[in-house]
């Protein structure tokens, strides 16, 4: 971690150095939001070093704390290093790249260029910059992924909850219409879903993907849910009589909470996956918003003259996922020792 | 035996049920309905629309347009493709053998290669060869299936030419091929896109069956294996290997929807004409019969699946067998 932080801040004021320039522009621009982002951009290296310096000089977290526990973990770090990074590149996007997403360069002179200094990752068929289609991208991407994840948990919660604790009629209608949802391959739930609703808004996506995506976790609070209702301490604080609401928030959250996390860090992945897959079919994200699975639809017809504009973006996809399957699985060792 | 097969294939119905219930409440909070005036269509006079509706039933109650997509479903009539002028049962039909042929395709390579590796991995646990495998199927699952497809494409048709970038069979020549030069060429188109998305499952396959061989290495019965001075080969292969392979037979029910749902995209990829293709293109023509068809048809080869799933475990494991019994 010690390490980790120390890196961060060389390769951050590195960044910081090369990309000057651009961050002076944005100063000056006016607008408010480019500045944040400029002064955010000049911060960082400076946080990350004087985060090394406290580490160093306090070995702050007790070895024995759960976030210690966390931190040494190894596989946990690298996860959380990948997601960081990936966000700030995503947050920076503006200040990291040197064109706008949009921008056609030339549509004569610049299409197609292969990675240069001036374009790290080359330009697309419309002469786009795609380092800079694939840092928005990431905006897109990513928030659609994590507004989807927490739609999709706090459903799954609720229904688990309300199954779980009503039990009778209800729990075996809840749990039959759930064997139902996870019965049909979510590709297909989600083609029919976008097939009647034909204009797909970024809202739309979010609202989409997670009302398809809670019928794992459900399942998963209501057995615990189960399991805990007959243990003692749930017991005796029913009989001294406290009410449902609080039983559920003060007795039974706080205890489920670990693996909901868990199945949250693990979802992250799974829903990137999704929506690239969806963009990629055109029916997701679409163009000219960048994400990255439409700009590997972008590159589909160039892949033997322009193979650079597919390559990039799938390579972010797959740093993020692993970035989020690695802290899934850290959280699991570090939260529940049982099942290490 | 009988009577839990009796009772799993009544909740298998029960599901199929459901799946059909939920894409009727889709198709009736969708906005509009197919008749429903929209920009081009402005000329077209109210009248008609109205004969329209009556002849599709749909100026009926609610209840009795589900009653007659109930049973109009039980007689595998998914509804009318508008843009193709046909059933859309004909429509899908064509495409089912397809992507059965992928799915399995797939399947036998992800359970072939996913066990071998979840094999070599528990054998020698933390040892070089497994931390090594296990950052190799990390980053296979981390993959998207679509992305590997075309990186494929682009190694083994763009570069090698080694195969062929997508379809079905070859455009041109396929029918002038004999039987055996027919199924050679079948064979070649299959290759890439089972690969692809075979090799993202398996992934998965092998991280699940390296942690059961991992519980099972530890099981007195293996201690007593090698105490008796077995070869270490015929420890892992005879002993251990058949029993962490258990668990995998439930993975196959698991994996299946996940299959279906990376068989859209892998056809997306390769053109290959399955179910995933025909919806996806039926999507953009706006043929919504033939979408829900195919996302219910869907639904079935995954709950047919689990039932076999379920048959297998049984006939693996006989404990099951005198437990569902009772």
């Known amino acids: 971690m010690k390490r980790a932080l120390l890196w961060a801040a060389v390769v951050t004021a590195?960044?910081?150095?090369?990309?000057?320039?651009?961050?002076?522009?944005?100063?000056?621009?006016?607008?408010?939001?480019?500045?944040?982002?400029?002064l955010t951009m000049l911060s960082l290296p400076v946080a990350a070093f004087v985060g090394w310096k406290r580490f160093s000089h306090d070995p702050s977290a007790p070895?024995?704390?759960?976030?210690?526990?966390?931190?040494?973990?190894?596989?946990?770090?690298?996860?959380?290093?990948?997601?960081?990074?990936?966000?700030?590149?995503?947050?920076?996007?503006?200040?990291?790249?040197?064109?706008?997403?949009?921008?056609?360069?030339?549509?004569?002179?610049?299409a197609r260029l292969a990675p240069s200094f001036e374009h790290p990752f080359g330009t697309?068929?419309?002469?786009?910059?795609?380092?800079?289609?694939?840092?928005?991208?990431?905006?897109?991407?990513?928030?659609?992924?994590?507004?989807?994840?927490?739609?999709?948990?706090?459903?799954?919660?609720?229904?688990?909850?309300?199954?779980?604790?009503?039990?009778?009629?209800?729990d075996s209608a809840l749990m039959r219409c759930v064997d139902a949802g996870l019965a049909i391959p979510r590709l297909f739930f989600l083609l029919v879903i976008i097939a009647l609703w034909d204009t797909v808004s970024l809202g739309t996506l979010v609202l989409v993907i997670g009302l398809t995506?809670?019928?794992?976790?459900?399942?998963?609070?209501?057995?615990?849910?189960?399991?805990?209702?007959?243990?003692?301490?749930?017991?005796?604080?029913?009989?001294?009589g406290v009410g449902r609401w609080r039983l559920v928030r003060r007795y039974l959250l706080p205890n489920i909470a670990s693996p909901i996390i868990v199945t949250a860090a693990l979802g992250m992945g799974n829903i990137v996956l999704i929506e690239a897959g969806l963009s990629y079919l055109g029916i997701g994200v679409r163009v000219p918003t960048p994400s990255w699975g439409n700009i590997i639809r972008d590159g589909h017809d160039l892949l033997a003259t322009a193979p650079w504009i597919s390559i990039a973006p799938g390579v972010a996809i797959v740093l993020t996922v692993l970035g989020f399957s690695l802290v899934g699985d850290g959280l699991q060792s570090a939260l529940n020792p049982r099942q290490r | 035996m009988l009577a839990s097969v009796a009772r799993r294939t009544a909740q298998a119905a029960a599901i199929v049920f459901l799946v059909a219930t939920i894409t009727f409440v889709l198709l009736q909070l969708a906005p509009g309905d197919p008749f429903s005036?929209?920009?081009?269509?402005?000329?077209?006079?109210?009248?008609?629309?109205?004969?329209?509706?009556?002849?599709?039933?749909?100026?009926?109650?609610?209840?009795?347009?589900?009653?007659?997509?109930?049973?109009?479903?039980?007689?595998?009539?998914?509804?009318?493709?508008?843009?193709?002028?046909?059933?859309?049962?004909?429509?899908?039909?064509?495409?089912?053998?397809?992507?059965?042929?992928?799915a399995l395709a797939a399947l036998v390579i992800d359970f072939s290669i996913g066990i071998a590796v979840g094999t070599i991995q528990g054998a020698r646990p933390y040892s070089r060869v497994d931390d090594t495998l296990t950052v190799a199927t990390l980053i296979m699952y981390s993959m998207p299936v679509f992305w590997l497809g075309l990186m494929l494409i682009?190694?083994?048709?763009?570069?090698?030419?080694?195969?062929?970038?997508?379809?079905?069979?070859?455009?041109?020549?396929?029918?002038?091929?004999?039987?055996?030069?027919?199924?050679?060429?079948?064979?070649?188109?299959?290759?890439?896109?089972?690969?692809?998305?075979?090799?993202?499952?398996?992934?998965?396959?092998?991280?699940?069956?390296?942690?059961?061989?991992?519980?099972?290495?530890?099981?007195?019965?293996?201690?007593?294996?090698?105490?008796?001075?077995?070869?270490?080969?015929?420890?892992?292969?005879?002993?251990?290997?058949?029993?962490?392979?258990?668990?995998?037979?439930?993975?196959?029910?698991?994996?299946?929807?996940?299959?279906?749902?990376?068989?859209?995209?892998?056809?997306?990829?390769?053109?290959?004409?399955?179910?995933?293709?025909?919806?996806?293109?039926?999507?953009?023509?706006?043929?919504?019969?033939?979408?829900?068809?195919?996302?219910?048809?869907?639904?079935?080869?995954?709950?047919?699946?689990n039932l076999i799933a379920d048959a297998l475990y049984q006939v693996a494991d006989p404990r099951t067998r005198v437990e569902s019994d009772s």
């Open chain 1, 14 to 38: 590195a960044i910081a150095a090369l990309r000057f320039d651009r961050v002076i522009e944005l100063l000056r621009s006016g607008s408010a939001v480019d500045t944040l982002l400029a």
């Open chain 1, 63 to 110: 070895p024995e704390s759960p976030l210690g526990n966390l931190l040494r973990n190894g596989r946990f770090t690298v996860g959380l290093a990948i997601v960081a990074s990936l966000i700030a590149a995503a947050v920076l996007a503006p200040v990291l790249s040197s064109f706008a997403p949009h921008v056609q360069i030339d549509l004569a002179g610049a």
């Open chain 2, 37 to 102: 005036p929209s920009a081009e269509s402005t000329r077209v006079p109210p009248s008609v629309i109205e004969q329209h509706r009556r002849n599709f039933g749909l100026d009926q109650p609610i209840h009795t347009q589900y009653w007659r997509y109930l049973t109009n479903l039980v007689r595998g009539d998914f509804g009318y493709s508008f843009s193709l002028n046909r059933p859309a049962f004909d429509v899908i039909r064509e495409a089912v053998p397809n992507t059965v042929i992928l």
């Open chain 2, 154 to 305: 682009m190694v083994f048709a763009g570069q090698l030419h080694w195969l062929p970038a997508g379809g079905t069979v070859s455009a041109g020549t396929y029918s002038a091929l004999s039987v055996f030069g027919r199924v050679a060429d079948r064979l070649s188109h299959l290759v890439l896109p089972a690969l692809t998305l075979g090799l993202v499952s398996a992934a998965g396959t092998a991280r699940y069956h390296r942690g059961a061989m991992l519980e099972t290495i530890t099981q007195d019965f293996i201690r007593t294996a090698r105490a008796k001075g077995l070869e270490e080969r015929v420890v892992l292969v005879r002993h251990a290997l058949r029993h962490a392979i258990l668990p995998a037979v439930t993975l196959f029910g698991l994996s299946l929807p996940v299959l279906l749902s990376g068989a859209v995209l892998v056809e997306a990829v390769f053109g290959w004409n399955g179910m995933g293709r025909v919806a996806v293109e039926s999507i953009l023509r706006r043929d919504y019969h033939v979408v829900t068809g195919a996302a219910i048809l869907a639904a079935l080869m995954v709950v047919v699946g």
């Open chain 1, 213 to 240: 995506g809670w019928f794992g976790t459900s399942r998963l609070v209501r057995a615990e849910v189960l399991s805990l209702r007959e243990r003692e301490y749930i017991v005796a604080a029913r009989a001294i």
């Open chain 1, 124 to 170: 697309d068929n419309f002469s786009r910059d795609v380092l800079s289609r694939v840092l928005h991208g990431a905006r897109y991407s990513l928030s659609v992924a994590v507004l989807s994840i927490g739609l999709a948990i706090t459903l799954g919660t609720m229904v688990g909850l309300v199954a779980g604790m009503s039990g009778g009629w209800l």
